[in-house]
């Protein structure tokens, strides 16, 4: 079984802080994706990120893919209370035919 | 909006009795997962289906059943309900056109609660 661990499990900020938030296993994916949670909807994809090293950015969002495709990291600039929800990472399993292994999510609170 | 229907959003009934949970998608997508969220677990993947006929069992398959008979629909069909089975439960498209190495996108959800 690969396993996706994401820390921190919870955070709790104020409006205007920065944050990073971490997806990590012992596993290598072909690619990672990004997906926000809000209560009662499905994930929606905010970012994939394939090539080892790469940084995506997505406005006040950057996103990087570890050298050795094991890892990654979400770092919010100047948080906002819309950024508040559940933040979950997947990994694509390498040769096994577009199947996802999910992280359990690190849960954003940011308050006004 | 990925065209991706799940019903019903919500439901429930009693231990023993069948339930069936559809998803229905409208951009001709290649593969279809199920999906079910639960407190401190995340995302659990139940079945997925590769093209029309074509599925296989993922982590937590014991008690859930899969059917794809056209592209558009992937049905879940828990055969007799357990309570252990309350849940959140996703569907998931990817690979439209039959193209891999694309992210899944997923629908809003049925939650299913078994007394």
């Known amino acids: 079984t690969q396993l996706l661990e994401q820390s921190p499990q919870f955070l709790s900020i104020q409006e205007g802080e920065n944050l990073t938030v971490y997806c990590n296993s012992s596993?290598?994916?072909?690619?990672l994706q990004w997906y926000r949670q809000e209560p009662g909807e499905g994930p929606v994809l905010l970012v994939t990120?394939?090539?080892?090293?790469e940084v995506k950015k997505l406005k006040r969002l950057t996103f990087q893919f570890g050298d050795a495709r094991k890892d990654s990291s979400l770092h919010i600039t100047a948080a906002q209370p819309g950024d508040t929800g559940l933040y979950l990472c997947?990994?694509?399993?390498?040769?096994?035919?577009?199947?996802?292994?999910f992280g359990p999510g690190t849960r954003l609170s940011v308050l006004p | 909006d990925a065209g991706i229907t799940q019903s019903p959003r919500h439901k429930v009934t009693e231990t023993g009795t069948p339930v069936t949970l559809r998803c229905h998608q409208t951009?001709?997508?290649?593969?279809m997962y199920w999906y079910r969220q639960d407190p401190g677990h995340g995302l659990r993947l139940i079945h997925y289906?590769?093209?029309?006929?074509?599925?296989d069992k993922g982590e937590v398959s014991d008690g859930y059943s899969v059917s794809r008979s056209k592209t558009e629909d992937f049905l879940l069909t828990l055969e007799s309900a357990t309570s252990s089975q309350t849940s959140v439960y996703f569907c998931?498209?990817?690979?439209?056109?039959?193209?891999?190495?694309?992210?899944?996108?997923f629908g809003d959800g049925t939650r299913l609660s078994i007394l």
């Open positions: 998931a498209i990817s690979g439209q056109g039959g193209l891999s190495n694309q992210p899944q996108h």
């Open positions: 596993s290598v994916f072909s690619s």
């Open positions: 990120v394939v090539t080892g090293g």
């Open positions: 997947a990994g694509e399993v390498v040769n096994y035919g577009q199947n996802f292994v």
């Open positions: 951009e001709n997508h290649r593969y």
């Open positions: 289906s590769y093209g029309v006929k074509d599925t």
